[in-house]
């Protein structure tokens, strides 16, 4: 009664507004940073009952990601790391659409409890961390507040980047396997093993050509958490690796023409960074977890390496040293897109490489759940989100492989190599400040330039359309999105419209964060994708009217 009391308490301070609705989505819960407190109550209070029910730690990150400024939100992070499981996001729902009423809500927690077969007192553990907005550290106070009204102990991170409080939880789950469990130790693990595999490497270049001066790169942060963060990757590697961090939050507004989506939705530099003498650029995101690179050429033209060239370098790395360890016929590797992905990157990977291909539908929970079935799955959004998932079977052939007395001095190399690279990879989420170690290591290794990594292969040109149509659930689609099977005749005209180019390749879905369809095009000639995008444009809008 004590516990009811005190949630009335709260829920005074902090009432529903009437009328909203709010669902617990891809992103978690996210909207205007001035109407989410309420929900800040109900999340800490699933929060609390996860992780009674999973006698685990469970994650509440409070970030809205490439949004503006004036937008939060939360997400939960279940017992591994990984996103919260979509059968719980039902509960989320429920909590969220509850009147603003004690009984109500009591009586609903009661009935949750006896299903999920919980008591008030078990043990419960949240760790809460958060982004740079402004709304962030009253928003992470009343999650704390509403779980600590269900006896749950909290950890309460402050500022950190998403991919950090998830790397977080998976080590303090289990028994700090995986790592340590604060931020001195992520940071420990991934710079350790990127100074390993990059500083023999090095060695050897200084043998046959001299002292090899720091890679230089120029980072736009967004405005955000990853500029005070990137400081530490400065502070240890400043040797191997020079970091000059642009938007770092003192002058600019958090991801206001800038950051990884910014980037990537206009094809050009953000504000705030000068493209001067780099020969390398990069953005990430406002809670550091997607990352893309960009360049400009000789001839002053602007490039971008997006999610798809990470897939495509990883996976050759990967592949490469599998090769060399001769590991690649002992296990099973893939990489894993959704239909977006550049259909030559597609090809590359599956006809160059010989690596297979999965595509699932868009988001990331997809990606990752598929990436599971490999012993390494390579996933990446073309947004420059994504990782690399490595199976314990792998980790222990690679164990043995470099144990193994019978392999040559070459094999083992190439495995220990691998055994390092790993400890680079957030494998829990896609996370920014560790993918571009890897991405840096990796380019060193494999002696690339970011030129040469942009000519493993051509980019088909491609367009993608916004339409706006009455109802967007009239679209249905099947086969990871890219076909359509309602409305009727839909698929059949778009067949047929894409007979007509070559390289042609085209589909419809309906986005699930706005209110619109996507139409996306790729032809061999940005004419052809821009007229073919605009070709199903006028079916899609003449069948839906
Ligand atoms: C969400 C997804 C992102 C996806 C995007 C697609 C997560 C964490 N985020 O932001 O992966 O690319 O939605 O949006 O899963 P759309 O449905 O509007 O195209
Ligand atoms: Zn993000």
Redesign the pocket.
């Known amino acids: 009664e004590f516990a009811k009391e005190k949630l009335t308490t709260l829920m005074l301070e902090y009432p529903k507004p009437s009328g909203i609705i709010l669902g617990y989505?891809?992103?978690g819960f996210r909207t205007r940073a001035d109407i989410l407190p309420w929900i800040m109550i109900r999340i800490g209070l699933l929060a609390s009952l996860r992780s009674k029910v999973k006698k685990a730690c469970i994650g509440a990150m409070i970030t809205a990601?490439h949004n503006p400024e004036h937008d939060n939100g939360v997400k939960l992070i279940d017992p591994y790391g990984e996103?919260l499981d979509q059968s719980w996001e039902v509960y989320a729902n429920n909590l969220s659409s509850l009147d603003d009423n004690i009984h109500v809500l009591w009586d609903y927690l009661e009935t949750l409890m006896t299903q999920l077969n919980v008591q008030l007192n078990d043990k419960s553990t949240v760790a809460i961390a958060y982004d740079t907005r402004q709304s962030s550290p009253l928003l992470s106070n009343i999650v704390k507040n509403a779980a600590e009204i269900l006896n749950t102990n909290i950890m309460n991170f402050e500022l950190m980047t998403t991919p950090q409080l998830h790397y977080t939880v998976r080590c303090y789950n289990d028994n700090e396997l995986y790592g340590s469990c604060t931020e001195a130790g992520y940071f420990d693990k991934i710079c350790t093993a990127f100074r390993k595999l990059i500083e023999a490497r090095r060695y050897n270049l200084c043998m046959t050509s001299g002292a090899k001066p720091a890679e230089q790169l120029a980072i736009d942060a967004a405005n955000g958490i990853g500029a005070q963060k990137l400081v530490y990757l400065n502070q240890r590697l400043s040797d191997l690796l020079t970091i000059e961090i642009f938007n770092d939050g003192t002058k600019g507004h958090l991801n206001e023409k800038c950051g990884a989506d910014y980037v990537k939705l206009y094809q050009k530099a953000p504000d705030g960074l000068p493209l001067t003498n780099y020969p390398k650029y990069c953005s990430i995101d406002g809670d550091a977890d997607r990352l893309i690179y960009y360049f400009i050429d000789e001839n002053q033209r602007f490039h971008m390496l997006d999610g798809d060239r990470f897939s495509v370098l990883f996976a050759s790395f990967i592949s490469n040293k599998l090769k060399e360890a001769k590991l690649m016929d002992q296990v099973k590797m893939g990489v894993i897109q959704?239909a977006y992905a550049n259909g030559s990157s597609t090809n590359y990977i599956v006809n160059t490489m010989n690596v297979p291909v999965a595509c699932v539908p868009?988001?990331?929970?997809h990606l990752h759940h598929k990436a599971l079935d490999y012993d390494i799955g390579i996933y990446f959004?073309a947004?420059g989100?994504g990782t690399v998932l490595f199976s314990d079977n792998l980790k222990s052939k690679v164990k043995a492989a470099i144990e193994d007395q019978n392999r040559t001095d070459e094999e083992r190399l190439a495995a220990s190599q691998l055994r390092v690279f790993i400890d680079i990879i957030n494998e829990t989420v896609g996370d920014a400040l560790a993918d571009l170690l890897a991405t840096e290591a990796i380019l060193c290794l494999m002696n690339l330039s970011i030129e040469g990594w942009l000519h493993l292969y051509n980019d088909l040109p491609q367009r993608q359309l916004k339409v706006a149509i009455k109802d967007r659930t009239m679209i249905q689609t099947t086969d990871a999105e890219r076909r359509c099977i309602a409305p009727a005749h839909l698929q059949d005209c778009i067949d047929e419209l894409v007979s007509k180019y070559s390289s042609g390749r085209s589909f419809v879905?309906p986005?699930?964060?706005?209110d619109i369809v996507?139409v996306y095009a790729e032809a061999t000639t940005q004419v052809d994708a821009d007229k073919l995008a605009d070709d199903i444009r006028k079916i899609v809008e003449e069948l839906t009217k």
């Open positions: 989505g891809t992103a990601s996103m959704t868009t988001g990331v929970k959004e947004n989100h879905r986005s699930g964060t706005e996507r």
